[in-house]
């Protein structure tokens, strides 16, 4: 079956835009994770879902960050007003639940780069 | 503090060696944890999971072992091959997911 999809795959946009990232996860899956991984740096987590509620949203870096998943499916990540160091890959992982026990499965990822 | 620590950053070996990537972490509480394999420009691979209650795993060429009371884990590599070359990253899973920077493999023909 079709695996984690995310689009765009790359997105150059201009600082003080908005931009959408969009998540597809593996169908059926009920847990939902957006992540960033900036140049040099290590993967950061941004947020969960769980179904289309978000319990933690402890990760997002700023206010300018949201993100929601509509029927329990696709998620969207929207960085208002982005910054250049908003510049990253941004990676969607999906898992059957959020137990704990689940292993994630990553979709490949969406560069952003703010000019 | 929970967190992920990798070592060493960066290993070159020639192919054919066997070779061992570690992971520590603190906090022995964890649900479980995840080896990945991320080539450059790509997302990442899954390689080996290890559920909390496990002590290891294998797929292929690679091994994975948990030892949570001493809050490590290695990736064993056998016969290693210049497409092994990657960065490899170790995710341990306790209420949230968190990273090691990553050891960034090189397997020389």
């Known amino acids: 079956g079709a695996g984690v999809s995310q689009s765009p795959s790359n997105k150059v946009t201009e600082k003080g835009k908005d931009v959408e990232l969009r998540c597809d996860p593996i169908?059926?899956?009920?847990?939902l994770y957006w992540y960033r991984q900036s140049l040099g740096q290590g993967l950061e987590f941004l947020i969960y879902?769980?179904?289309?509620?978000?319990?933690?949203k402890s990760g997002l870096p700023s206010d300018r960050f949201s993100a929601e998943r509509t029927g329990g499916s696709v998620s969207t990540l929207t960085i208002q007003r982005t910054q250049q160091e908003d510049s990253a890959v941004y990676l969607c992982?999906?898992?059957?639940?959020?137990?704990?026990?689940?292993?994630?499965?990553f979709g490949p990822g969406t560069r952003l780069t703010v000019l | 503090k929970q967190e992920v620590t990798q070592i060493p950053a960066a290993l070159s070996v020639p192919e054919g060696e066997n070779l061992v990537l570690n992971c520590s972490f603190t906090?022995?509480?964890?649900?479980?944890l995840q080896w990945f394999r991320q080539d450059p420009g790509k997302g990442l691979t899954s390689l080996l999971l290890?559920?909390?209650?496990?002590r290891e795993q294998t797929s292929g060429r690679l091994n994975a072992s948990l030892d949570k009371s001493s809050g490590r884990s290695t990736l064993y590599i056998a016969a290693s091959q210049p497409g092994d070359s990657a960065t490899y990253l170790c995710?341990?899973?306790?209420?949230?997911?968190?990273f090691g920077a990553g050891t960034r493999l090189t397997v020389k023909p």
């Open positions: 992982a999906s898992s059957p639940q959020t137990s704990g026990g689940n292993e994630q499965f």
């Open positions: 169908s059926g899956h009920t847990a």
């Open positions: 879902f769980q179904g289309n509620s978000a319990p933690d």
């Open positions: 906090d022995s509480a964890i649900y479980n």
């Open positions: 290890i559920q909390s209650s496990q």
């Open positions: 995710a341990v899973r306790w209420d949230d997911m968190r």
